[in-house]
Nanobody, 114 residues
Framework: QVQLVESGGGLVQPGGSLRLSCTAS????????MAWYRQAPGKQRELVAS???????YYSDSVKGRFTISRDNAKNTMILQMNNLKPDDTAVYFC????????WGQGTQVTVSS
């Protein structure tokens, strides 16, 4: 069974940056549109960004212009570069296929606070 591992979260001040990574235990990235999701306390999980195998990208309106998604299919790795972070970005961030089909990982906590 494939495992997804998210890393790179942490505590950052408003306006700061973080770089999240997602790796898969098997060579599965080429089979899926991959995505980043986040879940804030008391809220539903929401789609943040997604990227196709060929590099077509979607961003939610809340992160457009601040976050950048990328993927390296050969390394089974996906990156989310987050700039100009805001307190509303505080959440646990997860990676998965756009459909949420794969087993969910533990996520990585992002906290934006002064």
């Amino acid at each position: 069974q494939v495992q997804l591992v998210e890393s790179g979260g942490g505590l950052v001040q408003p306006g700061g940056s973080l770089r999240l990574s997602c790796t898969a235990s098997r060579n599965i990235f080429r089979n899926y549109i991959m995505a980043w999701y986040r879940q804030a306390p008391g809220k539903q999980r929401e789609l943040v960004a997604s990227i196709t195998f060929s590099g077509n990208i979607y961003y939610s309106d809340s992160v457009k212009g601040r976050f950048t998604i990328s993927r390296d299919n050969a390394k089974n790795t996906m990156i989310l570069q987050m700039n100009n972070l805001k307190p509303d970005d505080t959440a646990v961030y997860f990676c998965n296929s756009q459909s949420g089909y794969l087993p969910w990982g533990q996520g990585t906590q992002v906290t934006v606070s002064s």
